[in-house]
């Protein structure tokens, strides 16, 4: 998962209180110039690190899977480029404040009463740098946040994705053969939640994953930023399944779901879509590649099989296989 382990961002005035209460005291294990100069040292470097640290524990965001890289320009306020813009700002303080460091170092000379008002000069100048960076560092830390919510969803392994409109037994289907159950998380651009769980055929891993709130309704009902989710999911999805139910028990007309399927198709162009009839042991009366009756156990394991077939996904091989 690209963004699970990125660290929490400092604020400013955390960052600053921080690197001078180390300084003071690596100050009062010297005397004389050498103190301020100790001072210096230690304010400017824990400054200086820290924000490099934000900055390069970030991803290449253009180097970013098309996937991800989409979702996180759904999620972030402002999109991918305005967190290049913080990132870009942040180092920028970095370098500021290491170049205050350099400056001030070779300034540290004759009595410690110059050298001290010249330390006091500098972190002055050290505090200001990190304030001026305040607003990228709390919006850093903001979109931190939500991106650590995105769900585990991984662009290198197959993935089956579940359509349809509510109540049609998606979530039903996916947690009866997976662990799904386990697997549940909050997405930020919607209340809903998304779930995700796996099956392995022949030592392939196969993601299931029902995306509540996006693949639901038509896309007039969808707000722009679940619009740009389902957009991400265009890079994932190698086969998808819409669940339909025939005998309309979950509130939807079949022509009303039927035509959400239709759009489907439109939209995923290239991606195998299979029409499921998902209540087949309440009603059969669609025209569908598929029926199923979870209850019944009826079509469930010829369903995945389907799904796989479609994909046919097959494992790169490191080497060439010799005859």
Known sequence: MTFEDLPTVPRSEELIDTAFSRAARAGRAKSGIEAQQSMLVTASNIISDNLQNVSTTWPDFDALDPFYHELADAVADGGVDTLKQHLSEVMWASEKTAEIRSEYQSRLRGDTETAQLLRKQAFARLADVTREVSGDLEALN???????????????????????????????FVNHVTNARNEIASYPFTTKRVQVGHIDRNHIRYQLIDTPGLLDRPAADRN????????????LADCILVFIDASASCGYPVDVQLTLRDELKSRFDGVPVVTVCAKADQSRELDADL?????????????????????????????????
């Open 142 to 172: 903001e979109a931190r946040d939500q991106l650590k919510q995105l769900p585990d969803i991984r662009p290198d392994e197959p993935a089956i994705v579940i359509a349809g409109y509510p109540n049609v037994g998606k979530s039903t």
């Open 291 to 323: 029926y199923l009756s979870v209850p019944e156990e009826e079509g469930v394991d010829e369903l995945l099989e389907a799904a796989i077939d479609r994909i046919d996904h097959t494992i790169e091989l490191p080497y060439e296989p010799t005859e």
């Open 224 to 235: 722009d930023i679940e619009s740009q989710a389902v957009s991400a999911l265009t890079h």
